[in-house]
């Protein structure tokens, strides 16, 4: 883990080193075999983070993610490309724009996982969509024929376990 920003905002500040430590500890319980390492980039976008960045086998198009995610996670796996992780963290209750962000950052980047967190739950709209209309295609960011499309997982971060509630996660079957 490593924590190489000086201008996170001092309310999230103690939530991202918890956030860093559970991915690391998913990426881990997915990849045994694998090398995984996790960053703060929520003030460095991606590209210049992997442009100094001597790990990893990174498809070209990585110059062009010009974006910026609270926590990222890279699997290092031998004689396999780089995979990563997103998780993006808010210390509001989560909305439809919050989604649409992190929705935006995924189709760009395409990471194995995709995560909205917040410890304050989700806003009634947002709640509203994905539970009593049920529309959970809104959470796809990548297709590939004959499997299950990668989603963007929403839940709350519950501070006191360091932890994703299961209880509210919505898009993270199998996870």
């Not at 000086?6 to 860093?20: E, G, N, R, S």
């Not at 983070?49 to 990585?62: A, I, K, Q």
């Not at 919050?98 to 947002?126: D, E, K, N, V, W």
């Not at 009593?132 to 839940?155: F, N, Q």
Request: net charge positive; aromatic share 12%; glycine share 6%.
């Amino acid at each position: 883990m490593n924590n190489s920003e000086k201008k996170i905002p001092k309310h999230l500040t103690a939530f991202y080193p918890d956030v860093c430590n559970w991915l690391e500890e998913f990426l881990k319980g997915h990849f045994r075999q694998a090398e995984i390492d996790v960053h703060i980039l929520s003030n460095t976008p991606i590209s210049r983070f992997l442009s100094t960045y001597d790990s990893g086998n990174f498809p070209g198009e990585w110059v062009t993610w010009n974006i910026k995610v609270d926590v990222v996670g890279f699997v290092h796996r031998s004689n396999k490309p780089t995979t990563i992780a997103f998780v993006e963290c808010k210390n509001t209750k989560l909305t439809l724009a919050h989604l649409s962000q992190l929705l935006g950052y995924s189709r760009i980047a395409q990471p194995l996982y995709s995560f909205l967190i917040s410890p304050l739950g989700f806003s009634r709209t947002l709640v509203s969509l994905l539970q009593e209309y049920r529309r959970h295609d809104v959470l796809e960011y990548h297709w590939e024929a004959g499997r299950i499309p990668r989603k963007v997982v929403i839940a709350q971060w519950e501070a006191s376990k360091s932890n994703l509630n299961r209880h509210t996660m919505i898009g993270g079957i199998g996870i």
